[in-house]
């Protein structure tokens, strides 16, 4: 059944940054390789990693997002291989997005407890836009060049990342979206997007650590940071918070402001690992926006072929 679709200031906004960044997700530590393919291998299991967002709770059509990552670390070729399927629909604007991706990583044993990870990942970005789910409320459109049909391009996809892994700290800096590199960002593409990270490992007691960590993110004129921390009881629940403070630039404040504090809990259990983010938005639009939910599901096999355990930091 069609549904008679009124877009207010907030899914405007979605529309132009739908042609612009990547899914934002809170959860992103713990599996990073649709961001940055050189983490690809961060562990000796077979990882599989599950994430589902659900933005804007409260609000009709709401924009969802789901992540799907694969992979492992192979000793014999020193690298890790995997797969990423990433789906988003924006919401009521009728566009969804489908990111698919093979990651793979290179990883140089510096030192010991020096790891260094460099990585490519290649895959098809494909946008669409369906019509069918929109009803114009005078029944005519006015100077706008809107499509009859279901639209969508597919373009090749490719990202480039590196990552220095040590016991107690973890950086890392990748770039998404390489073969957009020369085209003009439309509803159809994606601009390149930037990002810089890096967390801490430090043990408080026999019970606790905490994982303080800071990431930047770029894409055109937008630039986010997002700092937090969780702390960890025995390795296996932790709690954390995450903050993300408004542009300093009152131009992106008018145009992208998306300012936000989270709160996260989580358990791990034999291979399972479960957690659960609330994004509370700070921005203008609060009134509108409402709340973010997110969940995550992680399970991972041992690889028997590898001979060492985890590598460093997850």
């Known amino acids: 059944m069609k549904r008679i679709i009124i877009i207010p200031l907030f899914l405007i906004m ?25 983490s690809t291998g961060n562990s000796d299991y077979y990882d599989l990693f599950l994430l589902t967002r659900r933005q804007w709770t409260g609000v009709d059509n709401m924009p969802q997002s789901n992540l799907l990552n694969v992979h492992s670390y192979f000793d014999n070729i020193r690298s890790g291989v995997g797969l990423s399927l990433a789906y988003e629909n924006p919401g009521g604007i009728a566009n969804s997005v489908l990111n698919a991706k093979i990651p793979y990583a290179y990883h140089l044993n510096l030192k010991e407890d020096l790891l260094l990870s460099l990585g490519v990942s290649a895959g098809i ?9 929109h009803i114009l409320r005078d029944g005519k459109v006015d100077d706008i060049d809107f499509p009859q049909e279901k639209e969508g391009k597919v373009n090749p996809d490719f990202d480039f990342g590196v990552e220095l892994s040590m016991p107690k700290l973890l950086v890392g800096a990748s770039v998404t979206h390489l073969g957009m590199l020369h085209s003009k960002v439309t509803t159809y593409s994606s601009a390149m997007n930037f990002y810089g990270y890096a967390r801490g490992n430090f043990v408080l007691n026999e019970n606790f650590d905490i994982a303080p960590s800071v990431v930047y993110l770029n894409y055109g004129k937008v630039n986010l940071i997002t700092i937090g921390a969780n702390v960890f009881y025995k390795k296996m629940i932790w709690a954390g918070i995450d903050y993300r403070p408004p542009s300093p630039r009152k131009a992106d404040l008018q145009k992208w402001d998306y300012s936000m504090l989270t709160a996260m809990l989580g358990i791990e259990w034999n291979f399972f ?32 072929a590898n001979k060492y355990g985890v590598r460093f930091m997850q």
């Open 14 to 38: 979605s529309l132009g940054a739908f042609a612009q960044h990547d899914i934002l997700l809170t959860q992103q530590w713990f599996s990073r390789i649709n961001r940055n393919p050189a």
């Open 125 to 133: 970005l494909y946008k669409s836009f369906d019509p069918t789910k």
């Open 273 to 304: 690992r479960i957690g659960y983010a609330y994004d509370l938005s700070l921005s203008k639009l609060n009134d509108l926006s409402y709340s973010t939910h997110e969940l995550m599901l992680s399970f991972r096999i041992p690889n028997k």
